[in-house]
């Protein structure tokens, strides 16, 4: 069974850092491409990064390029997501996603607020 | 970027109905590279259909999708009460991924 746990939201002040972990397992994590996708409040889905599976590449939404990073561990069967300089825009729960070749299963997701 | 447009915003129906969902893409998705998901409150979103047509596991067969190019259809055969909910397409055909805005399933 695919799992995915995300971890590491919270509130943080405007210009604040905070990193994002996504916990895998139940599929083969290493061969796959991985996403980030938001949702700010009662709104709809964000793409935010997407990460290959070898991490050679790999692709931001123009609203966060510069300020978030991807990266993966595969040997831990991980991903992160890096976020600085942060908004009162970038205020979402934030999703670990795997891709359709897996079932395109979420995890539950991790509220970031950003406020001061 | 391809934008994805969906409509109506809402839909209201009543049980045993049919849904029509539509999804249209502002330049043609890649290799019919088009999902469907749906998404209850409170909750991540669960994928439905993929690849334009195929039913993700363990979904039931009253939920089918298809189209292709620009234009993209999901359709509810025969509205359960669990069926009510947010319903986002999708494209991973190419970069960046994109969402449509979403439509709502209510109950009339």
């Known amino acids: 069974e695919v799992q995915l746990v995300e971890s590491g939201g919270g509130l943080v002040k405007p210009g604040g850092s905070l990193r994002l972990s996504c916990a895998a397992s139940?599929?083969?994590?290493?061969?796959?491409?991985m996403n980030w996708v938001r949702q700010a409040p009662g709104k709809g889905l964000e793409w935010v990064s997407s990460?290959?599976?070898?991490?050679?590449?790999?692709y931001y939404a123009d609203s966060v390029k510069g300020r978030l990073t991807i990266s993966r561990d595969n040997a831990n069967n991980s991903l992160y997501l890096q976020m600085h300089s942060l908004r009162a825009e970038d205020t979402a729960v934030y999703y670990c996603?795997?891709?359709?070749?897996?079932?395109?299963?979420w995890g539950q997701g991790t509220l970031v607020t950003v406020s001061s | 970027e391809i934008v994805l447009t969906q409509s109506p915003g809402t839909l209201s129906l009543s049980p045993g109905e049919r849904a029509t969902l539509y999804c249209r893409a502002s330049?043609?998705?890649?290799?019919?590279?088009l999902a469907w998901y749906q998404q209850k409150p409170g909750q991540a979103p669960r994928l439905l259909i993929y690849?334009?047509?195929s039913r993700a596991t363990g979904i039931p067969d009253r939920f089918s999708g298809s189209g292709s190019g620009t234009d993209f259809t999901l359709t509810i055969s025969r509205l359960e009460p669990e069926d009510f909910a947010i319903y986002y397409c999708?494209?991973?055909?190419?970069?960046?991924?994109?969402f449509g805005q979403g439509t709502r399933l209510e109950i009339k």
């Open positions: 996603a795997s891709p359709v070749a897996v079932g395109g299963f």
């Open positions: 139940g599929f083969t994590f290493r061969s796959y491409s």
């Open positions: 990460i290959s599976s070898s991490s050679r590449y790999i």
């Open positions: 330049q043609s998705v890649s290799s019919s590279y």
């Open positions: 690849g334009a047509s």
């Open positions: 999708q494209q991973y055909g190419s970069s960046p991924i994109t």
